[in-house]
Structure formats: structure tokens, C-alpha cells
């Protein structure tokens, strides 16, 4: 006779994705949105929100709730630093949860689609000498100046065009360093692209500088759904961290 085994079976490890955070109330928002696209891709897949620092839920209380519950950390930065570095690891080591951190979003082909798709909707179109800055937050950390190098190249491939990174702060060239430099390439066509997970000062800084046309930061588009998506399988294959 077949025996049926009808225990419950276990859930997959909660997705926590982490958020820098900031004063911008626009941030919140756009980040709630970005995790409900990310809950509509994975149906039954538990999607929680924690903060780094300045606004709630705390990436702790987050990680409190969760008690033992096995989760994976998927960090809404685009490149290594200081917080994918040190932070993020840190907070969930002293966590009760077993956790798993994934790696940062950027690099990645799929972040290239994003920016493309805000660079169409702010009126990119392709013309004679264009190019574009890439307006990042910036690091002290050379590893995040690698990951931004990185993107540019992808993005410089997805468009056709020169693509320069600049940095809002803590590293060179700044923005209209580079739109300096693209001038004087004979680049008159310079668009600057976004490359901020969500609306915040530095994002609006940085478009304010654009002598043609700046693009939203990526928010809530399908593909950053699906970029994080697929570091939450990526993580899944690496060891799980217990509490102290």
C-alpha cells in the first residue's frame, strides 16, 4: 500500500530586498511599487522591505520579524561598496534568521534595458554626435567605480553611442565634468542617464545638470523585477548564514 506523506512542505526563503533608504518620500513609494511587480513575477514567493537606514521598516526589525525563517537579502544597490560590503552582511550575521545575501544588482545586461527604456520615455532618440552620461551616486570603494564602468560598457553597447560615468559624490569625474569632457569630443547630443535604484537628492541633482534630456531613475520597471528575481536564484545556491 502507498502511504501518502501529507506534511506541509516547507516555503521558499522569504526575498527581504533591501533598500538604501532616504528623505525622499518618492523613494518609499517607488520601492513599494517595485516590490509588488516583484510579488506579481513570483506569486506565493514572501517579499518583505528593509531599510538600511532613514525610513521604516529597519533592515533589523525586518530581519526580528522574520524570527527563524530562512530568507535571501537582495540588496537594491548597484554596484560593491561599503553597504554590500560590510553593512548588509553584518546586520543579517546578527540576525535570528537564517539568511543568505545576494549580490548587488549592478552590474547586469538587464539594467541596461532598464536605462534604455527611461533614456526612450525622457525622448531619446538616437542623433548625429550624441552621447550619454552615466549619473551614479558614487563610492570610495574602487570596486564600485568598477561595477559603474562596467554598466556604462553595457549600456555604450545597448545604445551605440559613448557612454561616460559620473558621480554625484565621493568620486570623479562629476557630472558636468563629464559633459565637459563629451563636449569637448565634439559630442553635442548629451543625455544623462539615471542609474539610481529610485527618485531621491542625488538623482535630482544630477538631471539638473543635463544640457538635453535626463531619464527617471530605474524604479519600477519589469526588468529590475526580474534582475532581482534572478540574484534571489543566484543566492540560493550559497551557504546559509546562521545567527551567532
Known amino acids: ?10 516555503g521558499p526563503p522569504a526575498l527581504v530586498l533591501v533598500a538604501h533608504g532616504s528623505r525622499d518620500p518618492r ?24 531599510h538600511i537606514e532613514l525610513n521604516e521598516p529597519l533592515l533589523p526589525d525586518t530581519l526580528a520579524a522574520l524570527g527563524d525563517t530562512e530568507a535571501v537579502l537582495v540588496p537594491l544597490l548597484l554596484g560593491r561598496g561599503y553597504h554590500v560590503k560590510r553593512d548588509i552582511p553584518e546586520t543579517a550575521a546578527e540576525a535570528g534568521a537564517r539568511t543568505r545575501v545576494a549580490a548587488p544588482l549592478g552590474p547586469h545586461p538587464l539594467l541596461a534595458d532598464t ?14 554626435a550624441s552621447a550619454v552620461v552615466l549619473a551614479a551616486a558614487g563610492s570610495r ?44 569630443r565634439g559630442r553635442r547630443h548629451i543625455a544623462v542617464a539615471s542609474y539610481f535604484t529610485a527618485p531621491g537628492r542625488f538623482a535630482t541633482e544630477c538631471a ?31 551557504p546559509v548564514t546562521a545567527a551567532a
Not at 500500500?1 to 516547507?10: A, K
Not at 527611461?118 to 525622448?123: D, M, S
Not at 539638473?208 to 543566492?235: K, V
Request: charged letters at 20%.
Open 1 to 10: 500500500m502507498t502511504v501518502t506523506d501529507l506534511s506541509p512542505r516547507p
Open 27 to 50: 523613494a518609499l513609494s517607488t520601492v513599494r511599487a517595485l516590490m509588488d511587480r516583484v510579488r506579481a513575477l513570483r506569486p506565493g514567493l514572501p517579499v518583505h522591505l528593509g
Open 115 to 128: 536605462l534604455h527604456a527611461r533614456l526612450l520615455e525622457a525622448g531619446w532618440r538616437p542623433r548625429p
Open 141 to 184: 570603494d574602487p570596486d564600485a567605480r568598477v561595477d559603474t564602468n562596467r554598466m556604462a560598457d553595457l549600456l555604450a553597447t545597448r545604445l551605440g553611442v559613448p557612454v561616460l560615468p559620473a558621480y554625484a559624490s565621493a568620486a570623479t569625474p562629476t557630472v558636468p565634468d563629464a559633459i565637459t569632457a563629451l563636449r569637448a
Open 208 to 238: 539638473a545638470h543635463a544640457p538635453w534630456i535626463a531619464s527617471a531613475p530605474l524604479g519600477a520597471h519589469d526588468a529590475m523585477a526580474e534582475l532581482i528575481l534572478h540574484r534571489y536564484e543566484q543566492a540560493l545556491g550559497t
